[in-house]
């Protein structure tokens, strides 16, 4: 099976800092694509940021500028370095991968970590 742990969460200050990781482990054989959502109570879940093996990100548009996406491929660790924090930004965020497993053929499969909280307030 694949795990992702996730640590970073916390409570920060507006215009604050906070850096997320997750770590994925287990039967894999290769990542496509690792990222991060969030949400907020009665919020729908929503995408903040990816990135693939090659390299490539997404941001939703509200975290442009001020969140940044990383990865280190030979650990299978994807970091969120959020800066210039804001109250709105307050949720769970919780990691994601898409990943080909081990003895899993070709397919690929989606996992989530439990999810790390971020409040930012003053």
């Known amino acids: 099976q694949v795990q992702l742990v996730e640590s970073g969460g916390g409570l920060v200050q507006p215009g604050g800092s906070l850096r997320l990781s997750c770590a994925a482990s287990?039967?894999?054989?290769?990542?496509?694509?690792m990222g991060w959502y969030r949400q907020a109570p009665g919020k729908e879940r929503e995408l903040v940021a990816s990135?693939?093996?090659?390299?490539?990100?997404n941001y939703a548009n509200s975290v442009k500028g001020r969140f940044t996406i990383s990865r280190d491929n030979n650990k299978n660790t994807v970091y969120l370095q959020m800066n210039s924090l804001k109250p709105e930004d307050t949720a769970v965020y919780y990691c994601?991968?898409?990943?080909?497993?081990?003895?899993?053929?070709?397919?690929?499969?989606?996992?989530w970590g439990q999810g790390t909280q971020v409040t930012v307030s003053s």
């Open positions: 994601n991968t898409n990943v080909r497993r081990l003895g899993g053929g070709a397919s690929f499969s989606d996992y």
């Open positions: 990135i693939t093996t090659g390299g490539s990100t």
């Open positions: 287990g039967t894999i054989f290769s990542i496509n694509r």
